[in-house]
């Protein structure tokens, strides 16, 4: 008789430090390159735990985007909202007018 179980599969980020280093043997750590700081997905399916070394975030947004956020932050902390409808209005109204009326190309 066959039995089908079902898993649900469980998956999270772990920062490998002091603790977390000394789960995986000296020889393994070098061959993975884990070292501490290093962050590891975990996926536990079933019996079966996966560890996957996720590749640090590159992009670092700048100083106008780090402003927007705060200033988005804030605008929460104030319980200030704007509907779906509203903030994609204004995105189509700021494209709009980026470009000026006598640069439009016709074609002939």
Do not use: H, W
Request: proline fraction near 5%.
């Amino acid at each position: 008789m066959l039995q089908m179980q079902a898993f649900t599969t469980i998956a999270m980020t772990v920062t490998v430090d002091e603790k977390t280093r000394s789960i995986f043997p000296p020889s393994v750590r070098r061959k993975a390159g884990i070292k501490i700081g290093t962050e590891l997905e975990v996926k536990v399916c079933g019996k079966n735990i996966t560890f996957r070394a996720v590749e640090p975030s590159t992009y670092k947004p700048t100083k106008a985007e780090l402003a927007a956020i705060r200033e988005g932050e804030a605008a929460i902390a104030r319980g200030d909202s704007v509907s779906l409808a509203e903030f994609l209005n204004d995105l189509d109204r700021n494209r709009r007018k980026t470009r000026p009326k006598g640069s439009q190309k016709l074609s002939r």
